[in-house]
């Protein structure tokens, strides 16, 4: 295969990944309406460790986890807070708004990669950082939430997910497999633990759905895992903003959710600033990590 079909057939998987994932977090806003947080986390983790497990087993891939004990902890834990606060912040906010915040995530990773990795930032880099962050303040203006608790949330959970690329990156020896596995075993101990204090009995139509949460992910992994190895980081971690257009699709087709213009203007100015930082890297020739890090 040509390169150019190469990265062709990269952007394609890409894309769907991104997508897929999209319409997984808004089945898991619709799931949210009616059951707790931590219950969807662990019946997600269900529904994706047996379909990681099948992978592992072709691949004859080991899951174990060796050395650097606390990076792996705490990027369990940073997986575990970033899911947890995307799924609660989904309850009352509008999809579209939430993603919002989480796109500032890759300029969450460029502020805080000089403090915890020793990158070098230079003044152009730090400015579309400014920037960017000026577009999340415009965009926290989008609902009658603005400024509320739950729209922080939203924003603490986009940091946890800045945070676990921040380590992801230090993990770079480590295979992404046994990396997602735990990552999703984490999160459903961590939401086992809540179960006994807010535990409501799913219809089977709804465990059904849960279980699908979790395959679902667990297959984006897998495409996005294959489109890196298809096409260069750099090149596809643009299309990562393609899961705005979806979120704000599917918010407007299923809960009637329509994107104020406050939002609008935040997400040109973060996905322009994101962009920007990304071409910038890729014409320096700045080394882009090619960690599995997905959306939420």
């Known amino acids: 295969m040509t390169s150019s079909k190469a990265f062709n057939l990269g952007i394609g998987l890409y894309l769907a990944g991104v997508f897929f994932f999209a319409a997984n977090d808004a089945l898991g806003k619709w ?13 997600r983790s269900v529904g994706a460790v047996p379909i990681l497990l099948l992978v592992a087993g072709l691949t004859r891939t080991k899951l174990t986890l060796k050395g650097q004990w606390g990076l792996h902890v705490f990027r369990i834990l940073c997986q575990a807070g970033d899911s947890f606060c995307f799924y609660y912040s989904t309850r009352s906010m509008p999809l579209a708004d939430v993603m919002t915040y989480y796109m500032a995530a890759p300029l969450i990773i460029t ?78 101990l961590i939401g086992a633990a809540t179960v006994p204090f807010a535990w409501v009995a799913p219809s089977l139509l709804d465990l059904g759905l849960m279980f699908l949460v979790g395959i679902v992910a667990a297959m984006c992994f897998v495409l996005i895992t294959k489109a890196l190895a298809l096409a260069p980081a750099s090149l596809l971690a643009p299309f990562q903003y393609s899961a705005i257009f979806w979120a704000a699709l599917m918010g407007w087709l299923v809960w009637g959710d329509k ?9 040109i100015i973060i996905i322009a600033s994101g962009l920007v930082i990304f071409y910038r890297e890729r014409r320096l020739q700045v080394a882009v990590t090619d960690a599995v890090e997905p959306i939420p």
Request: glycine share 12%; aromatic share 12%; no cysteine.
């Open 31 to 43: 799931l949210i309406a009616d059951y707790g947080v931590g219950q969807l986390m662990l019946l």
């Open 259 to 267: 994107m104020t213009p406050p939002v609008l203007i935040g997400n």
């Open 111 to 188: 502020a805080l990669s000089p403090f915890l990795l020793g990158e070098k930032v230079r003044l152009f880099r730090w400015t579309a950082v400014i920037v960017g962050f000026i577009g999340v303040v415009i965009a926290l203006q989008p609902t009658g939430e603005a400024f509320s608790p739950v729209a922080f949330i939203a924003l603490a959970g986009a940091a946890m997910f800045g945070l676990a690329v921040v380590v992801t990156k230090q993990l770079s020896d480590v295979h992404w497999l046994p990396l997602v596995s735990w990552q999703f075993i984490g999160a459903g």
